[in-house]
């Protein structure tokens, strides 16, 4: 393997390079790349998100973000179709992301988590119909995070110049990296595979309809950063119940450990280095293969803004309980909506536990 494939690896395929390390040298030619990929990943973001802040403005560095995550996802990544067709329905996605948000953000919290409801949809039904590749945390993610940055007037329009400069650098880049790779299924093929008795499918209902849910109860209750708990509940709804319990666990555990750090390093270090803190979080999630220590490091990041707008006291308050209550309302929800769907069916026993892919031959 040489040094620029090594540099391609995730953090699970790198830590488990230096597992297999028979020597100290090889060892530290492992580290020494991992440290290498986590600097160059470190400054390509906050090179691509600077770029983006300047273009679109400081309120629109939400956008790349979004467009980051997108660009290095979807290099690697695909939609299990026809590349064309893929490409069309990523574009549509970024129009999807760029306006329902906004829109729901105008509309009463009801109203909006019916347009989420209709938004998340398409999204997951056509781009997350493996969940297994973990389309979701792009997607949803991104329209979550789009959803809880809102901007309104010149920042919009700006919003919408900076979409679809990512739109075009997203297309253009799949479809690159994709054109030559052969799919046996098209768009039709998903359409027809959508089967309410299939456990792929309620897992998406649970993702199409729980997440909108959570947003509309915190917004309801008044509760601000109403997208931490639309992406607390995202992240935890997953195909197999025994998962989404471990998953729920490390999230209540992981943020509340992320803010104990979080708090330890705000009265440690100067005022003037704390929007550092964010970065020093971003290194941590890249040093980390594992959920528990994802969700302690993505603290830092999401306090670090949102301490400046609550102060650190109710930047605190809020992590916590919007995190808590998204898991634990996923879990409940999935939970019910599996017995439901397992006692229409006549199928008692089945309750998301095991999951069973059906696919259709063509032809």
Known sequence: MTFYQELQLNQAGSKNLLK??????EKSYHILVYLVKI???MAFCFLFVTIFSILFGNENSIVGVVVLLCLMVFRNADLGIHTGQSTMLLALFFVIMTVCPHLANQLSPVLGMLLNIAALAVLILFGCHNPFMFNQSTLVL?????YGYDVTGKSYQMRLTGMALG???TCFIFYRNHKNRTYKRNLNDL???FDISSSRTK????????VPAVLCIAELCNMPRAMWAGIAAMSA????????QYRVRKRIVGNIAGVICFTVLYFLLPSSIYTYIGILGGIGVGLSAKYGWQAVFNTFGALAIATESYGLKGAVGLRVIQNVFGVVFALIFCSMFYWLMSKKKGN?????CKITWVRKKKG
């Not at 008692?348 to 998301?352: D, E, I, L």
């Open 142 to 146: 991104g329209y979550l995070l789009l």
């Open 203 to 210: 897992w998406q209902l649970c993702q199409i309809i729980c």
């Open 39 to 41: 600097a160059v990943t």
């Open 237 to 244: 709804i997953l195909p197999f119940m025994e998962d989404m």
């Open 348 to 352: 008692s026993g089945n309750r998301g």
């Open 20 to 25: 297999k390390s028979e020597t100290v040298k």
């Open 191 to 193: 359409v027809q595979e």
């Open 167 to 169: 739109a075009a650098l």
